[in-house]
């Protein structure tokens, strides 16, 4: 069954604005978070939080992308502001259940979103 639901991707202009969402469903999570991978790279960690409120940051997102969480709507946000080229990729929600380090390493997540389409126009 579907666990994790994404949506809000879509094609901006450089320097815009994207808010990604991430409903959450079956499981405590402890932990959830971004990733995203670009066409012929690596799947890369973007953002990540713990529900104690611990973030973590990719350094190429650090001070542009905000990652957060409604609680009450189990449901895991990624603001993306003064978007670039680079950050084009298909963006994909992560969470686990067991996660003390909150690590932003793609095989260390266990449950995997569908993924959303982010592309950036310069």
């Known amino acids: 069954q579907v666990q994790l639901v994404e949506s809000g991707g879509g094609s901006v202009q450089a320097g815009g604005s994207l808010r990604l969402s991430c409903v959450a469903s079956g499981y405590t999570y402890n932990c959830m978070g971004w990733f995203r991978q ?19 940051y990719a350094d190429s997102v ?3 992308f ?8 189990n449901t895991l946000y990624l603001q993306m502001n003064s978007l670039k080229p680079e ?36």
């Open 38 to 56: 670009a066409p012929g790279k690596e799947r890369e960690g973007v953002a990540g939080r713990r529900n104690d409120g611990t973030t973590r």
């Open 62 to 64: 650090k001070g542009r």
């Open 66 to 73: 905000t990652i957060s969480k409604d609680n009450a709507k």
């Open 87 to 122: 950050d084009t990729a298909m963006y994909y929600c992560a969470a686990d259940i067991n996660c003390p380090l909150l690590r932003l390493i793609t095989g260390w997540w266990k449950y995997w979103g569908q993924g959303t389409q982010v592309t950036v126009s310069s």
